[in-house]
């Protein structure tokens, strides 16, 4: 598949953040309101928004990250991103702040629950098609290791086979698909500049 082109600047998405330090990938994803599900470009090299730590010396570039947000925020209209709090607290807090209010908010992927809900919607709906993607090859890669694992309760999660087996594009498009999702059931509009919120 061709990896699609992301959409015009000023076009309002949602989104979803996934971070690591040392092993993981730290991973931005974005969605419009007609569900397309991309992963935004930036920098002078066009790069994707998945930083892999061994690409970068064994640590995230958080620099890097930060740097990504802010094309972003200039480029696109952020509605809402969910974001898994682990080891990005204070920069999650420090964007909202840049970029928001109350739309920078923690969305913590270990929850059972709700991490189970987030995968089943986003399975019915790349499976119906209400949800379209960009062809990304490393979130394609990352989809392709991940595994459903069993967990109590009649819940699942996904897991890697392989330590090497990165998965985190993968949660990443979950958690934007459910903020793009709330968003939409709440009743985002393409011109209504609102910021939707939580508690």
């Given at each position: 598949?061709?990896?699609?082109e992301?959409?015009p ?5 949602c ?16 969605e ?18 998945i930083w ?9 570039p ?8 802010d ?13 898994d ?6 920069e ?6 840049q ?16 991490m189970?809900e ?17 062809g990304?090859?490393i ?9 459903k ?26 958690i934007c ?18 910021v939707?919120?939580?508690?």
């Amino acid at each position: 598949m061709t990896w699609l082109e992301p959409p015009p600047a000023g076009t309002p998405v949602c989104g979803g953040f996934d971070g690591s330090t040392v092993d993981d990938a730290t991973v931005i994803k974005l969605e419009t309101r007609g569900g397309h599900l991309f992963t935004p470009r930036y920098g002078p090299d066009r790069r994707p928004t998945i930083w892999l730590p061994a690409e970068w010396g064994g640590t995230v570039p958080r620099l890097e990250v930060h740097a990504a947000w802010d094309e972003i925020a200039r480029t696109y209209q952020l509605r809402r991103v969910y974001c898994d709090p682990w080891q990005w607290q204070t920069e999650i807090e420090r964007w909202d702040e840049q970029h928001g209010p109350d739309t920078f908010l923690v969305w913590d992927t270990k929850r059972a629950r709700p991490m189970h809900e987030a995968l089943d919607r986003m399975v019915t709906d790349l499976a119906s098609g209400a949800v379209t993607h960009d062809g990304c090859p490393i979130t394609t890669l990352h989809v392709n290791n991940a595994r459903k694992l069993a967990k109590p309760n009649e819940t699942y999660q996904l897991g890697k086979p392989a330590q090497h087996q990165k998965i985190d594009a993968a949660v990443t498009s979950t958690i934007c698909h459910e903020a793009a999702s709330d968003a939409r059931a709440e009743g985002w509009d393409d011109t209504d500049t609102r910021v939707f919120c939580f508690t």
